[in-house]
């Protein structure tokens, strides 16, 4: 089928207040989780048609929004979810540090399974808790969970578990044995689940891997359970400050929307408008998105495994972020030697909580997929 959409367009970005592209600007970047694509020409015209009115004022979520949300649930993820479940935010990270902030009690424990996404753990130190790291093991070429280091890490005032769901950086989607198991494990030890979804849309085969959305492990278990949603880092408008929680539990939503106090700021009328419009009218744009980003994929993956010696990728089965394990290179900080020698920006292994390895963000046209393994493999070289 012919291309609709055309992600092979490098779209200049530098000089554009882009945190990616102007907070280092000598360097070439692949590091935050933002694509260098334009957003579906279906979301931009939504904004463009709300901007028009010229009234900017304070907003709640519109009707359109809702339903939108609504139908997502139901269609997307196969959970009949109740409008009042849904609870709207500015975004997830700061929906992460005010769960630390809601659940648990002051000194009590956040445990997740690294490497993971650097808020993961830090949110702890907005609640004055503390965190509990543990592992992910390989088995088999397939990062999993370590259940037995969990058992042994896990206290009495271990209140909240933090999972990235599919899993950033490893690009893993966890399957419903792996995540019943640990909705049980947290039930058992009265823990708080918080699954992010941020990523659940960008899964390369969805018939081998299929999401399993948090909302929708068995009701028994629900009143443990957080879920994360966000149109952002799919359709591109992380920019745009959207996201919502689906806390089914009507005591554990309180708790979490009590911890907001006066600290959120409201949402901003335009993102409720963009938020819509990716949910009702992305999903062509998505499909070729995914289509695009397979063959970054595999080109990173071939690349990796056949010219940088010396460093290891894993199977990527979603998600636009590659983790390259670069131990064997024999440096301390493989970003920093990529950022001296080829002025590369890569995300830092050592924020993951694995030192050593290091993060390239492949949401790009491939010329510059191409262009940045280049420049890594001739360092290495
Ligand atoms: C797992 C995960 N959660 C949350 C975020 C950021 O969410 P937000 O921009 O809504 O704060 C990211 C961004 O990369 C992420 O990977």
Redesign the pocket.
């Known amino acids: 089928m012919a291309s609709l959409f055309n992600f092979d367009h490098v779209v200049p970005r530098r000089g554009t207040g882009s945190l990616k592209w102007d907070k280092l600007p000598t360097l070439d970047p692949f590091w935050?989780?933002d694509m260098d694509f334009t957003s579906p020409p279906a979301v931009l015209e939504a904004l463009q048609e709300r901007a028009a009115h010229g009234v900017l004022g304070y907003a709640l979520p519109h009707r359109g929004l809702i339903e939108a949300l609504l139908e997502y649930m139901e269609k997307r993820h196969s959970v009949a979810v109740e409008e009042n479940e849904i609870v709207h935010?500015?975004?997830?990270?700061?929906?992460?540090s005010m769960i630390a902030q809601a659940i648990g009690k002051p000194g009590g424990e956040i445990m997740t399974c690294t490497p993971i996404?650097p808020?993961?753990i830090g949110v702890h130190h907005d609640a004055e808790k503390k965190c509990i790291t543990v592992p992910h093991i390989e088995v088999n070429g397939r990062w999993e969970f370590d259940w037995n280091a969990m058992e042994a890490a896990v206290t009495p005032d271990t209140a909240i578990f933090l999972l990235?769901n599919p899993q950033?950086p490893l690009g893993r989607v966890f399957t419903r044995a792996e995540l019943e198991q640990l909705a049980v494990f947290c039930d058992r030890h009265d823990i708080i689940l918080v699954s992010?979804e941020?990523?659940c849309d960008l899964i390369f085969d969805e018939t081998k891997t299929p999401h399993i959305c948090g909302a929708g492990l068995p009701d028994e278990l629900q009143k443990r359970i957080i879920t994360?949603l966000?149109p952002?880092?799919t359709y591109n408008i992380?920019g745009m400050?959207y996201?919502f929680a689906v806390i089914r539990d009507d005591s554990l939503r309180r708790k979490f929307t009590q911890a907001r106090g006066h600290t959120q700021p409201e949402i901003g009328c335009l993102s409720y408008y963009t938020a819509e419009a990716a949910y009702r009218h992305g999903e062509p744009w998505r499909k070729e998105l995914i289509s695009y980003l397979a063959k970054n994929r595999d080109t990173i993956t071939d690349f990796v495994r056949t010219r940088m010696p010396g460093c290891s990728i894993p199977d990527i089965e979603a998600?636009y972020?590659a983790w390259i394990d670069c131990r064997a290179l024999g440096h301390d900080n493989p970003a920093q030697f990529f950022e001296k020698k080829s002025a590369l920006y890569l995300s830092d292994g050592a924020y993951f909580g694995a030192p050593g390895h290091v993060r390239f963000n492949y949401g790009c046209p491939h010329s510059r997929v191409l262009e940045g393994l280049d420049k890594m493999a001739n360092v290495i070289a």
Do not use: E, M, Q, R
């Open positions: 935050v989780a935010l500015g975004g997830l990270v700061c929906a992460l996404y808020p993961f990235s950033n992010d941020i990523h994360l966000a952002s880092k992380a400050g996201a998600t972020l």
